[in-house]
């Protein structure tokens, strides 16, 4: 798709058509397969669904099973019919998305020694990719949950993606390195230099390789995280290193925000060949990103939703949703309303781009 | 001479600074002592005692739901697994799981509720342990111990501070005790800078120039205020204290498997020469760690930072119960303040004074007590609150000091040395 620059924005900015309210946070939504469904991992052990197929988003029962935050959520890609979880307490697991009671068709209890932090499908719907702060990453086969493969890293993972040629799994950890697997032999094939979302800060290790991509063709690998400047309440700038997959050079780097905007927290790729990134700094600080590479900058961006930190592309292209979380998130000690000592939420926008 | 020279605790500790102060007086007037208490045959009495405080103090505030009150599969329990520990029944995060192999060696407070929330205020108001306002201010807990135990036998000055960054004579700690028990800083945990004698100066000469120091000192005392006085001696003393105990910084003394044991980190490093201290004999050693306020980014901060300390508060417990001193050494870990359970938008938590925890071990506390607990949110504490005077009332107890008979004498005024209003807390008291 070749849209000349003047015109990316006239046809993508965001228009916003829901926003659909939530009881507690949520770490990642998805839309499924089939455009029907939206699926958000929740930081409450559930798994939430909305029929978003018509005017009005309607909820579905959500799905529970898992422990802790929902943090990896995928569709296969063919069957319009299963989706892959995990969880921060070590679970994977694959069931039926459609029906009103979801039906569980794998589990793996022990998937991982805690926190899965990220869940990765291959474009022929075989494998699946996990990876947690045990420091592995593994490949399972969807179809049943066998493990396949099981990669020893020597950092925390924390994002893993599949490559479109279902040759190469890479895993990107805590310390800015991306490391790629031979999925036929097994071995280490390479790695990319991502140290840059790395910082060692008095104790504390910051940042890290949040959220790893290829686009359409697998041409690029996008890693995404925080350039980080201080730890503690970390600060830094939301970031975005492309990758040439066949060379394994840096192509460039994106930089999303400033100082105080941190993460990067989610990515996706349009058709339409810009990048969708969304990003969360301190309180309040929130943005919607769409750069298309090799522009100097971006052609849209938006901090009207506050704390974003997931963002998913409908199949049909037109249509987006972001996660951000609600409004006066913070605050220092006793913080009532109604006499009540409330949580946060994470409201889901919906938008329809301005070109229909 | 010039009178107005600026006081040698307010610098950067140095020999040069501690030894080049025109104010050097000639009767060294001691590292501590018992003098300025309403009762001083307590002093005797610990004597034969002995008893020794280590402090580890997370500046910023830990989060109690990432360390010692888990609430996995809550609302706000985030997103780690709690785990059992060696007493039954007691779960801690999964982020320390060596302390939960030696959860019968500590003790957990769940039920602290204190009053500040913002650091400013909160961490001094913690560590001079919130008494009632009477227009003074109060001395830091090392400053008490150190006024209320005195320095041993050891020529060490007695209270010590092991910190990141720069050292120096933190004489603010004291409050109304007197800039002498105040803390020494070690930046880094090396001595202060240019410490021994520069070889150019002879012994003989330094001789004399220490006794022309001394001189001039007393003539400076002179009709000015005691504690000012007292302090320039003082840290001079130090200097030289420290001048023939320079093993204690020779880190190639330790043997490499100790380092690998507390951990290659900043804060292994610190614990594991705050032990040395400890074994010097020096009364009260504090060792920090910064960078706990995570108001963003909270749970990747704590998988961070709290391994590096459960591993090294492990090998340190270990270490003390090896060289006999956990029954005559008061452990406790702490910050200004916990963690708001609610997680915020950065995936924050932000400060939470209302519930939150406090581990100690040694010194006569119940091994394996957990004290208090809070509601299943974690949001509050449910069972009696435990300000931190309880606390200061129940470590003086454990030092053998009785804080309710026990006062300070500031020039006349009678003090309590803990908040009268708050009792030890007994069922932690073996």
Request: charged share 20%; net charge negative; aromatic share 6%.
């Given at each position: 798709m070749n849209i000349a620059s003047d015109k990316l924005r006239q046809l993508f900015e965001p228009k916003p058509l829901k926003v659909i309210e939530t009881k507690r946070q949520m770490s990642i939504v998805r839309f499924s397969p089939c455009g029907k469904l939206l699926l958000a991992g929740g930081c409450d052990g559930l798994v939430h669904r909305w029929?978003?197929?018509?005017d009005k988003p309607v909820e579905l029962p959500a799905v529970d099973g898992?422990?802790?935050?929902?943090c990896g959520l995928a569709f296969h890609?063919?069957?319009k019919s299963t989706v892959f979880t995990a969880d921060s307490w070590g679970q994977a697991r694959a069931w039926t998305y459609a029906a009103e009671k979801a039906q569980p068709k794998w589990k793996v209890?022990?998937?991982?020694?805690?926190?899965?932090r990220d869940l990765a499908v291959s474009r022929d719907g075989k494998l699946v990719a996990t990876c947690g702060m045990d420091r592995h990453a593994c490949v399972w086969a969807?179809?049943?949950?066998?493990?396949l493969h099981g990669f020893a890293h020597s950092e925390d993972l924390f994002s893993v993606a599949i490559h479109p040629d279902t040759k190469s799994v890479v895993a990107g950890d805590l310390k800015g390195n991306v490391l790629q697997w031979d999925l036929a032999s097994g071995k280490q094939a390479r790695t990319f230099d991502?140290?840059?979302?790395y910082k060692l800060d008095r104790l504390q290790d910051c940042g890290g390789v949040w959220r790893l991509l290829f686009d359409e063709k697998g041409a690029t690998l996008a890693a995404a995280g925080c350039k980080p400047?201080?730890?503690?309440?970390v600060q830094g700038i939301p970031t975005v290193l492309l990758f040439d997959?066949?060379?394994?050079?840096?192509k460039t780097s994106l930089?999303?925000?400033?100082?105080?905007?941190?993460?990067?927290h989610d990515l996706a790729f349009h058709p339409a060949d810009f990048l969708m990134a969304v990003t969360s700094g301190q309180p309040g600080r929130g943005k919607v990103v769409f750069w298309r590479p090799g522009?100097?900058?971006?052609f849209y961006e938006s901090n009207?939703?506050?704390?974003?930190h997931s963002i998913a592309l409908h199949p049909d292209g037109r249509r987006l949703a972001v996660s951000g979380t609600s409004r006066g998130s913070n605050g220092n000690g006793r913080v009532l309303k109604n006499g009540q000592y409330v949580g946060n939420t994470s409201p889901i926008h919906l938008f329809q781009f301005a070109g229909g | 001479m010039n009178i107005h020279l600026c006081k040698p605790w307010e610098h950067q500790l140095s020999r040069r600074q501690l030894l080049g102060t025109?104010?050097?007086?000639?009767?060294?007037?001691?590292?501590?002592?018992?003098?300025?208490?309403?009762?001083?045959a307590v002093g005797e009495e610990l004597k034969k005692k002995r008893k020794q405080v280590l402090f580890i103090w997370l500046d910023g505030g830990i989060s109690q739901l990432e360390s010692w009150d888990p609430k996995p599969g809550?609302?706000?329990?985030?997103p780690f697994r709690a785990i059992p520990t060696s007493v039954p029944g007691v779960h801690i995060s999964e982020l320390l799981p060596r302390m939960a192999k030696k959860m019968h060696q500590v003790a957990i407070v769940r039920s602290v509720c204190t009053k500040d929330n913002s650091h400013s205020a909160g961490v001094a108001r913690i560590q001079r342990g919130?008494?009632?306002?009477?227009?003074v201010t109060y001395p830091y807990f090392g400053s008490a111990v150190a006024k209320l135990?005195?320095?041993?036998?050891?020529?060490?000055?007695?209270y010590v501070w092991v910190k990141p960054g720069s050292g120096g004579?933190?004489?603010?700690?004291?409050g109304f005790l007197g800039?002498?028990?105040g803390s020494l800083a070690f930046g880094d945990g090396?001595?202060?800078?240019?410490l021994l004698r520069h070889e150019s100066v002879s012994e003989r000469d330094n001789l004399e120039r220490n006794e022309l120091r001394d001189l001039a000192n007393k003539r400076f005392g002179q009709g000015r205020r005691k504690d000012a006085n007292e302090a320039n001696s003082y840290v001079y003393d130090v200097a030289m204290a420290l001048m023939k105990r320079q093993d204690l910084f020779?880190?190639?003394?330790?043997?490499?498997k100790d380092w690998d044991r507390y951990g290659r980190t900043e804060f292994g490093r610190h614990l594991l020469i705050g032990r040395r201290m400890l074994e010097a004999g020096i009364t009260f050693v504090k060792v920090n760690s910064y960078g706990?306020?995570?108001?963003?980014?909270n749970f990747n901060a704590h998988r961070s930072l709290v391994p590096k300390v459960d591993q090294g508060v492990a090998a340190l417990l270990e270490d003390l119960i090896d060289r006999g001193l956990y029954e005559s050494t008061l452990l406790i870990m702490m910050s200004e303040f916990g963690r708001t359970p609610r997680i915020n938008g950065h995936v924050g938590r932000d400060h939470w004074p209302e519930a939150w925890s406090v581990m100690m071990a040694g010194c006569g506390l119940k091994p394996g007590a957990v004290i208090g607990k809070t509601n299943n949110l974690g949001?509050?504490?449910?069972t009696e609150e435990h300000d931190i005077g309880h606390l200061f009332h129940t470590w003086f107890k454990a030092l053998g000091i009785d804080a309710h008979s026990t006062q300070y004498d500031n020039n006349s005024q009678p003090l309590p040395?803990?908040?009268?209003g708050c009792h030890a807390i007994e069922e932690l008291l073996a």
């Open positions: 029929d978003v197929s018509g898992h422990g802790g935050w929902v890609p063919q069957d209890e022990n998937a991982h020694d805690g926190w899965v969807a179809a049943d949950g066998k493990k991502a140290k840059v979302l400047s201080s730890g503690a309440t997959w066949a060379s394994g050079n840096q930089a999303l925000g400033e100082n105080i905007d941190a993460f990067t522009e100097p900058k971006a009207k939703i506050e704390n974003c | 025109a104010a050097a007086a000639a009767g060294a007037l001691g590292l501590g002592g018992l003098g300025g208490l309403v009762q001083p809550t609302q706000f329990g985030g919130d008494p009632k306002n009477r227009g135990l005195g320095p041993g036998d050891s020529g060490l000055p007695p004579f933190i004489h603010q700690d004291a800039a002498k028990y090396r001595p202060p800078e240019n020779d880190e190639k003394k330790v043997p490499d706990w306020d995570t108001h963003g980014d949001t509050h504490v449910a040395i803990a908040h009268e």
